[in-house]
């Protein structure tokens, strides 16, 4: 019976962790920029005493879904939306380079400018994007920042620096605990010149909020059978042990 009670143990388990993938999936529905996380289960054999014909299914989250998202417009200079595949450069909670999608800019009180979850993005130069006191910012498609410095007059232009957009088609990356995206050994690579962005627009996300609903109520199905199985296992093991005393 403890083989049963396994198995339904580890199935409940694995429905849990595959409930929180598209769960955290849902709640990000409406977050600028965000990815989707596939996920998905697999067989796997159970080895012990006998022959490994037991078989558990095991939850995984083996990619994420990079696909455009749908392109809003806010008319706010600092929103920026990626058009095609890039991505934009950032510096990621542990200090290394890291990428988004998220374009909705703001700058501190050091005068950065920043993502809106407060991670500085990266100029060409290879630094972080400072902004002086300007009465007008500008992005242009090319990722260039123009501003009119505070005081002057409209003729007054001012070039600061291009936010660093690369492409990621041939790399190896991956989705962060933080959830940005990572090159496998932290590596970097250098900008893509040919990346467009559209100013005054924000990506909204690529989450599918119906998919991933009826994905939780058919993983809260399949782990109410789980639960249905533990319950018969201890129910058969509870009449095999009234036999045992009788005999």
């Known amino acids: 019976m403890d083989k049963v009670v396994y198995l339904a ?7 849990m962790r595959g409930q929180q993938a598209h769960a955290n999936n849902l709640a990000n529905a409406n ?4 990815k989707h996380d596939l996920s998905q289960a697999r067989a796997m054999q159970v080895f012990g005493e ?3 014909s037991r078989v558990y299914a095991m939850s995984e989250r083996p990619a994420t879904d990079i696909s455009d998202g749908q392109l809003i417009e806010t008319g706010r200079d600092l929103d920026i939306a990626i058009l095609g595949d890039g991505w934009i450069a950032v510096i990621g909670p542990d200090g290394n380079e ?7 800019l703001q ?3 050091a005068n950065q400018l920043i993502t809106g979850s407060g991670l500085p993005v990266m100029g060409n130069g290879g630094t972080p994007i400072v902004i ?3 009465e007008k910012i500008d992005i242009g498609v090319d990722g260039w920042i123009s501003i009119r410095p505070l005081g002057e007059t409209a003729a007054e232009v001012a070039v600061v620096d291009q936010i660093k957009l690369v492409n990621l088609g041939d790399q190896s990356i991956f989705k962060g605990t933080d959830g940005l995206m990572h090159i496998d050994g932290n590596a970097e690579i250098g900008p893509d010149l040919n990346q467009r962005l559209k100013s005054g627009f924000l990506e909204g996300s690529n989450v599918n909020a119906v998919h991933e609903l009826t994905s939780m109520i058919s993983l809260s199905r399949q782990f109410e059978v789980n639960l249905k199985m533990m319950k018969a296992a201890e129910e058969n093991s509870e009449a095999a042990t009234k036999i045992l005393q009788l005999s």
């Open 31 to 34: 977050t600028t920029g965000f």
């Open 107 to 109: 700058i501190n009180a």
């Open 50 to 52: 006998g022959m490994p």
């Open 98 to 104: 890291a990428y988004t999608r998220s374009g909705e």
């Open 132 to 134: 002086p006191p300007a």
């Open 9 to 15: 143990m580890s199935g409940a388990r694995e429905n």
